[in-house]
T-cell receptor
Framework: GENVEQHPSTLSVQEGDSAVIKCTYS??????FPWYKQELGKRPQLIID?????GEKKDQRIAVTLNKTAKHFSLHITETQPEDSAVYFC????????????FGQGTTLQVKP | NAGVTQTPKFQVLKTGQSMTLQCAQD?????MSWYRQDPGMGLRLIHY???????DQGEVPNGYNVSRSTTEDFPLRLLSAAPSQTSVYFC?????????????FGQGTRLTVV
């Protein structure tokens, strides 16, 4: 069945360093890959996404890369700040026209001041 | 717009009890989903719906029922609560446009089964 694996489960970096979170997916039909950020006690919120016809997308300090052949995608955060501390989830779309998203297990990012 | 509203925010149940988690959205989104969040396991899809009258199972559907009689509402029913259903439950609504499916989440329901 559809599966998304996410690594690492926890990540600790110093303020100003970069952070990278990686995901792999199993369903070759997946064509949309969003990333969500969840602050403590809050709901997940979309921070960036990429479609399968694009290899890389950047929005200020965050970027996402996609390798469709290898079925993996990554989130890159540069110049990390304490407010980047949160749980990050990757996801892959299920069948089209269903709104279905399969999420990874999450990465707890801690940015130390 | 209120977005996605879940009730209640907190609930304690005894084993064997049944209850319904409510979810309503006012964005006229076609798609709605229920997820459960457990430590180290991410967000797991319980059930989803592509429109009124249409529902389907997700990754972990056992012990849960859903219905979608209107576009706005998507309640989740626990038939006979078990301690393994202790979790945080999120409802989400979404729409698809130009190949993107942005999901908007409710504030979550923290459920404890004792």
């Amino acid at each position: 069945g559809e599966n998304v694996e996410q690594h690492p489960s926890t990540l600790s970096v110093q303020e100003g360093d970069s952070a990278v979170i990686k995901c792999t997916y199993s369903d070759s039909a997946s064509n949309y890959f969003p990333w969500y950020k969840q602050e403590l006690g809050k709901r997940p919120q979309l921070i960036i996404d990429i479609r399968s016809n694009v290899g890389e997308k950047k929005d200020q300090r965050i970027a996402v890369t996609l390798n469709k052949t290898a079925k993996h995608f990554s989130l890159h955060i540069t110049e990390t700040q304490p407010e980047d501390s949160a749980v990050y989830f990757c996801a892959a779309s299920g069948s089209s026209n269903t709104g279905k998203l399969i999420f990874g297990q999450g990465t707890t990012l801690q940015v130390k001041p | 717009n209120a977005g996605v509203t879940q009730t209640p925010k907190f609930q304690v149940l005894k084993t064997g009890q049944s209850m319904t988690l409510q979810c309503a959205q006012d964005m006229n989104h076609e798609y709605m989903s229920w997820y459960r969040q457990d430590p180290g396991m991410g967000l797991r899809l319980i059930h989803y719906s592509v429109g009124a009258g249409i529902t389907d199972q997700g990754e972990v559907p056992n012990g849960y029922n859903v219905s979608r009689s209107t576009t706005e509402d998507f309640p989740l029913r626990l038939l006979s609560a078990a301690p393994s259903q202790t979790s945080v439950y999120f409802c989400a609504s979404s729409y698809e446009m130009t190949g993107r499916t942005e999901a908007f989440f409710g504030q979550g329901t923290r459920l404890t089964v004792v």
